[in-house]
């Protein structure tokens, strides 16, 4: 199974720049490499200088890039079931052309490009898939669905599926409500079968992991690291952060005192909200960063002699569980000491200190109201139990 590596981060951070470098630094490495862009605002072309398009190009020895046409994935994935839902709000007394546009179900446009880089993966053409994100950790998201379907599909589905074929030829004299076919059925049960497999492969810290792509900048971090709890909260592996656009020494300018301190300061906020994983710098280049072989120079600098296809953190930072209606936050800290770990809250921060050592932690929805209820080190982890909203049975 080739490696894959999912490139997020809040848009203008240089995300697709990293993906891109990160490619063709591998194919350069002898692997047969793929860089795709999932996000509908497609700037894969512009960082290249080189036209991509909605199938894979090959720009270069080992490379490949491709631009997911989201209307075409939608088209050859969901089709039957845009077609059952826009005839649905017709006969409801909606304009077609509008019941059409309507019938895309949110999400669906995510789904439908993570499945084509799922394809990527298994058609053995390619060593190496590098996914360029939308700018969001909402995609991430989606890849836990299948899970939430699956006792659905499994369970209730085929009794659904049986009850409408016995009572449909009755309905359709009674009403003119469409009625859903076997061929909708069938088109919903190969969905969810392939998203099941979707999520075992991108849940496969071995095959899949996410990268963090960041600036110095405080908003920036902070969406950087709502992102991390969010994809470690949904199960997924991120292996490394990547911090662009340092001003370097050198740059003397006093326009530029200012913000190099700024970012200095900032950078300790890095170090402290994801430490515990491989952190890459990238300085701010005295031009654009466009075309091939400043996305080379790029790679260079960030990775020195690491491979970047390796996977280089392939443990989750922290994970929940819940029990009896209260929360435990699980953060592992296999060399700390007993006495020397400090916690303490703030809002929705979690902030752990050991010695000079600091850790950042930003708490999901879930965990952002709820008062700490207690702590406690054990089997080289700290423990964090939340009060919970529902009587402890």
Same mark, same amino acid.
């Given at each position: 199974?080739?490696?894959?590596?999912?490139?997020?981060g809040?848009?203008g951070?240089?995300?697709?720049?990293?993906a891109?470098?990160?490619?063709?630094h591998?194919? @350069?490495?002898?692997q047969?490499?793929? *860089?795709?862009?999932t996000d509908p605002?497609?700037? =894969?072309? &512009?960082?290249?200088?080189? +036209?991509?398009?909605?199938?894979?190009?090959?720009?270069a020895?080992?490379?490949?890039?491709?631009?997911?046409?989201?209307?075409?994935?939608?088209?050859?994935?969901?089709?039957n079931v845009?077609?059952?839902?826009s005839?649905?709000?017709t006969?409801?007394?909606m304009?077609?052309v509008?019941?059409e546009?309507t019938?895309i179900?949110p999400?669906?446009?995510?789904?439908a490009?993570?499945?084509?880089?799922?394809?990527?993966a298994?058609?053995g053409e390619?060593?190496?898939?590098?996914?360029?994100?939308?700018?969001?950790?909402?995609?991430?998201?989606?890849?836990s669905?299948p899970?939430?379907?699956?006792w659905?599909?499994?369970?209730?589905?085929?009794?659904?599926?049986? @009850?409408m074929k016995?009572a449909?030829? *009755?309905?359709r004299?009674?009403?003119s409500?469409p =009625?859903p &076919?076997?061929a909708?059925? +069938?088109?919903?049960?190969?969905l969810?079968?392939?998203?099941?497999?979707?999520h075992?492969?991108m849940?496969d810290?071995?095959?899949?992991?996410?990268?963090?792509v960041?600036?110095?900048d405080?908003?920036?971090?902070?969406?950087a690291?709502r992102t991390?709890?969010?994809?470690?909260?949904?199960?997924?592996v991120?292996?490394?952060?990547?911090?662009?656009r340092?001003?370097?020494?050198?740059?003397?300018?006093p326009?530029?005192?200012?913000?190099?301190?700024?970012?200095?300061?900032?950078m300790e906020l890095?170090?402290?909200?994801?430490?515990?994983?491989p952190l890459?710098?990238?300085p701010?280049?005295?031009?654009?960063?466009?075309?091939?072989e400043?996305?080379?120079?790029?790679?260079?600098?960030?990775?020195g002699?690491?491979?970047?296809?390796r996977?280089?953190?392939?443990e989750?930072l922290?994970?929940i569980?819940?029990?009896?209606g209260?929360?435990?936050?699980?953060?592992?800290?296999p060399?700390?000491?007993r006495?020397?770990?400090d916690?303490?809250?703030?809002?929705d921060?979690?902030?752990?200190?050991?010695?000079n050592?600091?850790h950042n932690?930003?708490?999901?929805n879930?965990?952002a109201?709820?008062?700490?209820?207690g702590?406690?080190y054990?089997?080289g982890?700290?423990?964090v139990s939340?009060?919970?909203?529902?009587?402890?049975a």
């Open positions: 199974m080739p490696r894959i590596i999912l490139y997020t809040k848009g951070v240089g995300k697709t720049s990293a891109a470098a990160t490619a063709l591998c194919a @350069a490495a002898g047969r490499t793929i *860089v795709v862009s605002a497609h700037s =894969l072309s &512009d960082s290249l200088d080189l +036209e991509v398009g909605p199938e894979p190009v090959s720009l020895p080992n490379f490949w890039a491709q631009e997911i046409d989201v209307l075409h994935q939608m088209d050859k994935y969901w089709r845009q077609l059952y839902l005839a649905l709000l006969w409801k007394g304009d077609s509008i019941a546009e019938a179900v999400g669906m446009d995510e789904l490009s993570l499945l084509q880089v799922v394809h990527l298994e058609c390619y060593d190496t898939v590098i996914v360029d994100c939308a700018p969001t950790a909402e995609t991430l998201r989606f890849l669905f899970e939430a379907v699956k659905y599909i499994d369970k209730i589905f085929p009794v659904q599926r049986q @009850a016995v449909r030829p *009755v309905l004299n009674l009403t409500l =009625l &076919d076997d909708l059925f +069938e088109v919903v049960q190969g969810t079968r392939d998203l099941a497999r979707m075992d492969l849940a810290p071995t095959v899949s992991t996410v990268r963090l960041l600036n110095p405080k908003m920036v971090i902070k969406e690291q991390l709890t969010y994809v470690s909260l949904y199960g997924f991120v292996d490394a952060v990547i911090c662009n340092i001003i370097p020494e050198e740059v003397t300018d326009y530029f005192s200012a913000w190099r301190r700024a970012q200095a300061a900032n890095v170090h402290e909200a994801f430490s515990g994983l890459f710098t990238v701010m280049f005295p031009q654009e960063l466009v075309g091939v400043m996305l080379r120079r790029m790679a260079e600098i960030c990775f002699d690491v491979d970047p296809s996977v280089l953190h392939s989750q922290y994970n569980s819940k029990e009896n209260h929360y435990r936050l699980t953060l592992s800290l060399l700390a000491s006495d020397a770990i916690l303490t809250r703030k809002r921060e979690l902030i752990v200190r050991i010695g050592f600091r932690l930003l708490l999901p879930m965990l109201h709820l008062p700490v209820e702590a406690r054990e089997n982890a700290l423990v939340f009060a919970g909203k529902e009587p402890v």
